[in-house]
């Protein structure tokens, strides 16, 4: 029998509550051998006691016995509850198939290498997006900090849109999202703090305030940045972007660059070893524009990195490591276990803490402990290895 051989009889405006009780028990995708009708008038309970010939009307609610129905029926009720509403589907079914289509999309988002690198941006799965948008998104962070670029360039550059990251745009909006997860600050509100937060990932930012703090670079070459660094020979100074933006490559004679997360750090370096300091970049926080530029303009050198033992100095460590290439220096659970007993206690808590990449014990040995340890504590050990 088909949805077209059910007779009129049964189609009536005064039965349509029964089929669409029956049609939604029946689209759940479990076995059904009795359903529920509520809500009834007294033009449908009579026509209820008809259909299942009671003696008497059901009332507003009355639970009904598939059976029994298709006895007084003689036909298949699914067939007319397909006839009467429409087709049958199966939300378990469907069910399965979305939950499987968002788990094969969150083992994507985590394979991704961006996230690989920068564990924290795990965190935006949590964002209903899907993986075109997603995958977009991830472009654009791979592509920053964007050394001073508009951010139309920027979005052109990825997307092919120069608007596609304008302001209200989904695209923006879940860039900037990720951005205030891995510098783990507030989510924005408002342009003022959209540009900020812009700026901080080097999107038109100030190329001239836009600085980096280094001591012992002596590179070779006739670049006007390459001389004026061989006039201070070594000595502590500060790159602006805007020196770099012309500057596509520093050449050094050493082979190793130490890039430290605290000026402290540099200005004790430079105490010790004087006009003898090997080559010392500091990020001091998060690594600006100007600071990724220099990393990448060494060619031929090993960048260590080392940072505070904290939350935010893993995520500082994931980002500048993803960034320019930098290999982890003394950043291991060894050297954080280390640096807890030889160390006097700091008192601070290491905030959020995510997982490094380099070492996939690090996050859990810091959340365990509960203790931050913030670089200056290991300057000393630190300048041994200089």
């Not at 209200?168 to 999202?177: E, I, N, P, Q, Y």
């Not at 520093?250 to 660059?257: K, S």
């Not at 290491?350 to 402990?369: F, Q």
Request: one cysteine or more.
């Amino acid at each position: 029998m088909t949805t077209g051989d059910v007779p009129d009889r049964l189609r009536v405006a005064e039965l349509r509550p029964v089929w669409e009780a029956l049609h939604g028990r029946l689209s759940s995708g479990q076995q059904v051998s009795r359903f529920r009708v509520t809500g009834l008038e007294a033009a449908e309970q009579a026509a209820v006691a008809d259909l299942l010939g009671l003696d008497r009307y059901p009332g507003p609610a009355v639970t009904i016995d598939v059976a029994r129905l298709e006895g007084a029926l003689g036909l298949d009720a699914r067939t007319v509850a397909e006839a009467v509403v429409g087709p049958i589907g199966d939300r378990r079914r469907g069910h399965a198939e979305r939950r499987h289509e968002r788990q094969a999309l969150l083992d994507w988002f985590a394979a991704h290498p961006v996230v690989v690198a920068e564990p924290a941006l795990l965190a935006l799965s949590a964002v209903r997006a899907g993986r075109d948008l997603l995958g977009q998104a991830l472009g654009v962070l791979a592509a920053l900090p964007a050394a001073g670029r508009p951010l139309a360039a920027v979005a052109a550059g990825v997307t092919g849109d120069p608007h596609a990251l304008d302001e209200g745009t989904r695209l923006g909006s879940l860039v900037l999202k990720a951005l205030s997860i891995l510098y783990d600050v507030p989510a924005p509100e408002g342009a003022e703090a959209r540009r900020a937060l812009w700026e901080r990932a080097g999107v038109a930012c100030d190329a001239l305030s836009t600085t980096v703090l280094v001591a012992g670079l002596r590179p070779s070459g006739p670049g006007a940045l390459a001389r004026v660094s061989r006039i201070w020979d070594g000595r502590p100074s500060v790159i602006t972007l805007a020196q770099l933006q012309d500057v596509p490559e520093l050449r050094l004679g050493e082979r190793d660059v130490w890039v430290v997360e605290n000026p402290t750090v540099l200005a004790l370096a430079v105490q010790r070893h004087g006009m003898s300091c090997p080559p010392v970049v500091c990020t001091s926080g998060w690594p600006n524009s100007a600071a990724v530029r220099l990393l990448r303009s060494l060619p031929g050198v090993r960048l260590h990195y080392h940072g505070d033992f904290d939350g935010a100095g893993l995520r500082i460590a994931a980002y500048t490591m993803a960034k320019t290439g930098a290999v982890p220096w003394r950043m291991s659970t060894a050297d954080y276990l280390r640096a807890l007993e030889d160390c006097p206690p700091s008192g601070l808590a290491p905030g959020r803490v995510t997982d490094a990449p380099w070492d996939r014990d690090l996050g859990p040995a810091m959340r365990a402990h509960g203790v931050a340890v913030p670089e200056e504590l290991l300057a000393e050990r630190l300048l041994d290895d200089l």
